[in-house]
């Protein structure tokens, strides 16, 4: 087992993994940019060493800097949490050439799933369901109508030098096939100077929902059942649950299946996150792999009694998983608590914390790194804190997420406390009943006086 640990992270999840470390008897090293010297897990790791000035390009995401901490400490393993450097594969293959053990993915590993048309061929070749689509550009408007006719209406045309939403048409029917054709084509062009187009199946109605699997040093993996991230505002994920309310035992089973599958192909090593798409018909297509912790692990945790920071140390040291796959026995939601104005457009509120009172009570867990007098630098996510709830039923979760909220006190910034406890009266996210386009036609009420 690793005597020494150098946490290459900040804040809540930097803090996570000192309190798991210190359960196991093993010392922990801080690594903090100036902007973050009264950061909590300064505080309480054994050793901290400063490791730069506030931007994240001079410290946090510094290798040099990072490995001379974890030498000058004598660190034999590194943790690099989320973000950051935790998908990097040059950082990885550095860990290991300093004999340094890379609590995560191999370099190998990060290489194959991070890039996205690599992933997909993998993930094919694994066995593992894809967006049907085009394999390339499409050379003309006959072969787009062909594999429209294969792979059946609605389709989704896209510009392959695309951004911005630019060149992209949905087509429902064939008889509006041509019309997009040349629209989107033409956009593309003027655009981009690219008129190229590919073709995916337009996946209606979608849910984002992750399957968690551990995978060991002898090409073993499990998986621990679901979480249902659709509720997102631009891509960023804003509250999470498990289990989703759209699961069905059928549909775990064989989501679940097809994520063990994914990682034992690739002989995968430690915590990862496979991530899919699930129309409304409750078919599922992959859509990438994360090769590290995510920010809502905990409420997997919550549902089925496990330390998933402890389980990557063990894994990372070499000992083998027990290979049972996990459902969850509670029911279990995460809010995300940003330093933002969910009034304002959720404008970014740095600042001071003037005061805070944090929940308790039976089924409450706090996540942060935050207390009154903290300053939130302006450098980093805005993420402070994750509140988390569970019960034994989804309404008895949400009941005491709502509880929970009203008592979470945040005084001198504002936060998005606001917009979650409206979340949990919104008749829709009540009844199970959101995709991701949730946030599309979501409004904010008036603010109290």
């Known amino acids: 087992m690793f005597k020494k640990i150098l946490i290459a992270n900040r804040g809540e999840i930097a803090m996570r993994i000192i309190r798991t470390c210190k359960e196991m008897g093993i010392k922990t090293v801080a ?17 901290a060493v400063c490791i730069g000035p506030p ?47 890379f609590i995560g993915a191999s370099a190998e590993m990060i290489s194959k799933m991070g890039d996205k048309a690599t992933a997909k061929a993998t993930m094919k070749a694994a066995g593992v369901p894809c967006v049907p689509g085009s394999e390339g550009i499409l050379e003309d408007f006959e072969e787009c109508q062909k594999l429209a006719k294969e792979i059946g209406f609605p389709v989704m045309l896209k510009a392959t030098a695309g951004g911005g939403g630019k060149g ?10 041509q019309a997009a054709w040349d629209s989107a084509r033409q956009e593309a062009g003027a655009a981009f100077g690219n008129d190229g187009m590919y073709m995916e199946k337009l996946i209606e109605e979608p849910r984002h929902i992750e399957i968690q699997v551990i995978g060991d040093q002898t090409g073993k993996a499990c998986h621990l059942s679901e979480r249902d991230c659709s509720v997102q505002r631009r891509h960023q994920k804003l509250t999470e649950e498990t289990p989703s309310p759209f699961m ?46 995510q920010v809502e692990h905990p409420i997997t945790e919550q549902v089925i009694d496990y330390d998933l920071i402890r389980e990557q140390i063990l894994v990372a040291a070499g000992v083998p998983i027990s290979g049972k796959n996990y ?11 940003n330093a933002e104005d969910p009034y304002n457009n959720f404008r970014p509120s740095p600042g001071r914390i003037e005061n805070l009172h944090a929940p308790g009570g039976h089924g ?42 009203d ?43």
Not at 32 to 45: G, I, K, P
Not at 168 to 177: D, G, H, I, S
Request: aromatic letters at 10%.
């Open 168 to 177: 992209m048409r949905a087509v429902w029917k064939e008889e509006n096939l």
């Open 31 to 47: 690594v903090y940019s100036t902007a973050d010297a009264d950061s909590l897990h300064v505080r309480f790791a054994d050793e």
């Open 364 to 405: 409450v867990r706090i996540d942060t790194h935050v207390y009154s007098g903290y300053i939130i630098p302006p450098h980093y996510d805005s993420m402070i804190a994750k509140l988390i709830t569970t019960a034994q039923t989804r309404e008895e979760a949400i009941n005491k997420m709502k509880r929970a909220l």
């Open 327 to 337: 459902e969850p026995q509670l029911h279990s939601i995460e809010c995300r608590i």
């Open 407 to 449: 008592e979470f006190i945040i005084e001198g910034i504002k936060t998005t406390i606001p917009f979650h406890r409206q979340l949990m009266d919104d008749p829709r996210y009540v009844a199970g009943n959101y995709t991701t386009a949730f946030m599309d036609d979501f409004k904010m009420n008036a603010p109290e006086e």
């Open 248 to 293: 069905t035992p059928k549909l775990r089973k064989q989501m679940g299946e097809a994520a063990v599958k994914a990682a034992e192909f690739i002989k995968y090593e430690g915590a990862g996150t496979v991530e899919f798409l699930v129309d409304k018909h409750r078919k599922f297509y992959f859509m990438e792999m994360n090769t590290r912790i």
């Open 55 to 101: 931007q994240s390009s001079l410290s946090y995401l510094k290798i040099s800097n990072i490995i001379s901490a974890a030498e000058i400490t004598n660190a034999d393993a590194i943790h690099p949490g989320y973000g950051f450097l935790s998908e990097n594969a040059k950082f990885s293959k550095i860990c290991e050439e300093h004999d340094i053990k």
